[in-house]
């Protein structure tokens, strides 16, 4: 069983940077992968990013233009995902999930989530 926490939500000008963590209790942290999720008011869940339990075989949301990056440190057993020159539409509730095998973009794939850290972008 995983248990996953997120932090580092906040509030932020449009333009600036923040960085979420997540972290996960379970000797078994190395072996999942992980994703990023968000889901803004009156909107579904979508996808952000996921990478491999080794820190390979990303993804990330198309709409992201590259602005966002996910890694993990295996040896803090926390999950990263740095996100750059924000925009308003990036305002939602981040979440962080964990699952077995190779990472995905789909979010029933997904086992195990946080409890979900807020981001808010000002204009």
């Known amino acids: 069983q995983v248990q996953l926490v997120e932090s580092g939500g906040g509030l932020v000008q449009a333009g600036g940077s923040l960085r979420l963590s997540c972290a996960a209790s379970?000797?078994?942290?190395?072996?999942?992968?992980m994703g990023w999720f968000r889901q803004a008011p009156g909107k579904e869940r979508e996808f952000v990013a996921a990478?491999?339990?080794?820190?390979?075989?990303?993804y990330y949301a198309d709409s992201l233009e590259g602005r966002f990056t996910i890694s993990r440190d295996n040896a803090k057993n926390t999950v990263y995902l740095q996100m750059n020159s924000l925009k308003p539409e990036d305002t939602a509730v981040y979440y962080c999930?964990?699952?077995?095998?190779?990472?995905?973009?789909?979010?029933?794939?997904?086992?195990?989530w946080g409890q979900g850290t807020q981001v808010t972008v000002s204009s």
């Open positions: 999930a964990a699952k077995n095998g190779d990472s995905s973009w789909l979010a029933d794939e997904y086992d195990h």
């Open positions: 379970g000797r078994t942290f190395s072996s999942y992968a």
């Open positions: 990478s491999r339990w080794n820190g390979g075989n990303t």
